[in-house]
């Protein structure tokens, strides 16, 4: 079953802007991961925020996570053409035995 | 960092045929592998946790019986899929955790992936 629910489902954006992408999940959670997927392409881990922290910064990514209302962030900060990708959020969720549970994912696209 | 490698990276075969995905763990030992199913413009979906010495776990839905799930040694699980058809083609990404990291960092490492098309 999917934890997550991103939005928007896609977003289309100008160089240098900046991106911000949303996920919100079901159960109560250890941390929360974001991922970046190039089209058919393998998964590459950007950042895990854990349930006890509100923020963290990578970068030019930032993450917020709010477990009051079960909700996280993505902000991606002077976007490039190389940022254009799916990114998703997993949790651990409750039920969950080690695995992931990946919300539907954001289609990124930075046009130069 | 650990790596995670799969093989093949894709693959075409007939309708009816078997396929033999590998995952490794190339330089950590892993207990537990995941395998995860992705459809094109979907995400990733838990299809079943591979467990070291012991009988895989499936999800609902998941036919164990047509994705064998072996897990032979800490370093390689691997999926069969079993008389393929044209609906059993997607994108299938294993993932192992280390045997070192914490239950709360949930240090998780992914495979490329392996695309495979049953004609």
């Known amino acids: 079953s999917q934890q997550g629910e991103e939005d928007p489902q896609a977003l289309s954006i100008q160089e240098g802007e900046n991106a911000t992408m949303n996920c919100s999940y079901k159960?109560?959670?250890?941390?929360l991961q974001w991922y970046r997927q190039n089209s058919g392409r393998g998964l590459v881990h950007l950042i895990l925020i854990r349930s006890n922290e509100r923020e963290k910064h990578s970068g030019r990514l930032r993450v917020t996570l709010d477990t009051s209302k079960k909700s996280s962030s993505l902000l991606i900060t002077a976007s490039r053409a190389a940022d254009t990708a799916s990114y998703f959020c997993?949790?651990?969720?409750?039920?969950?035995?080690?695995?992931?549970?990946f919300g539907k994912g954001t289609k990124l696209s930075v046009k130069p | 960092g650990a790596v995670v490698s799969q093989h093949p990276s894709w693959v075409i075969c007939k309708s009816g045929t078997s396929v033999k995905i590998e995952c490794r763990s190339l330089d950590f030992q892993a207990t537990t592998m995941f395998w995860y199913r992705q459809f094109p413009k979907q995400s990733l979906m838990l299809m079943a946790t591979s467990n070291e010495g012991s009988k895989a776990t499936y999800e609902q839905g998941v036919e164990k019986d047509k994705f064998l799930i072996n897990h032979a040694s800490l370093t390689l699980s691997t999926l069969t899929v079993t008389s393929a058809h044209p609906e059993d083609s997607s994108f299938y990404i294993c993932?192992?955790?280390?045997?070192?990291?914490?239950?709360?960092?949930?240090?998780?490492?992914f495979g490329p992936g392996t695309r495979l098309t049953v004609l």
């Open positions: 997993a949790t651990d969720g409750e039920r969950s035995q080690g695995n992931l549970i």
């Open positions: 159960t109560s959670i250890n941390n």
């Open positions: 993932s192992a955790r280390d045997l070192g990291g914490a239950r709360i960092t949930d240090t998780q490492y």
